[in-house]
């Protein structure tokens, strides 16, 4: 147990490596990975009122706080890299309804009932699988009544069959390596990969953790969340869900 908890809190330090690397430019992917992220962006703010609040968790370099910003009443970005934040910070000059606050998703530093919306994009993959329902819960807990919560979550499950059993060979390949090899406690899920962001002039293992969709429907069902839409598409489970009422 101890040997974990000392291996999580290496991760954790790891995680924040690439972030943390100083580097001025345009957003890798731009404003939206895909055409489906950027319509969960539009389905989440139309499901909320004009007066909402959304909290943007590990918002990264602001690319979404600023376009939640632009159609809903406040929004609070959230991130464990100072480097991140700056840059958010400097995106969202423009506005004046974004609260940015440096903190950890696993100690949210919020009241419960506070937020109308969660947008938690692409960092489901930092959760490691024994923090998952912990996490799950606190979102549930800071959501108001029947607020919504939109995830994006990697995945090795594709919609083509024959690349979900490449990509599991490859996460199968990696974890064997590093439990078995290296002799890290892991838990199934989780790997490191070898990494290397010419852009940030940065290289190294980076840990993540792939979630299936099953996984996902009986952790969301599990911690008070009802499904009302999900997909895969793009190496990502996108789900859109609601605190359960009751
Ligand atoms: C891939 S980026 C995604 C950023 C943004 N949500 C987006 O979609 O562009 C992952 C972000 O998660 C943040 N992060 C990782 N672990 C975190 C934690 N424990 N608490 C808060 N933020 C975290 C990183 O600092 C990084 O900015």
Known sequence: MAKRERFLSKMMENI??????KWEGPAAGGEFRNQVEEEYLHQ?????ETNAVILDLACGDGRHTLRLAERVAEVVGLDLTRNSLVKAKKKCLVIDNVIFTHGSIFQLPFRPNTFDGIWFSEAFEYVPP??????????NNVLKGTGILYMSVETWQNPSIITSLKRLWTDCKLFCYWKFIRRK?????????????KRIDWSGWHYHVHTS???LCNLLEECGFTIEKMELSDECIYVLCRK???
């Open 16 to 21: 924040r490596l690439p972030y943390e690397a």
């Open 44 to 48: 989440i703010v139309d499901k909320t």
């Open 130 to 139: 024994d923090k998952r329902r912990t996490l799950l819960t606190s979102l």
């Open 185 to 197: 406690p892991l838990l199934w899920g989780e790997f490191l990969y070898y990494s290397s962001v």
């Open 213 to 215: 969709k099953k996984t």
């Open 244 to 246: 359960a009422s009751g």
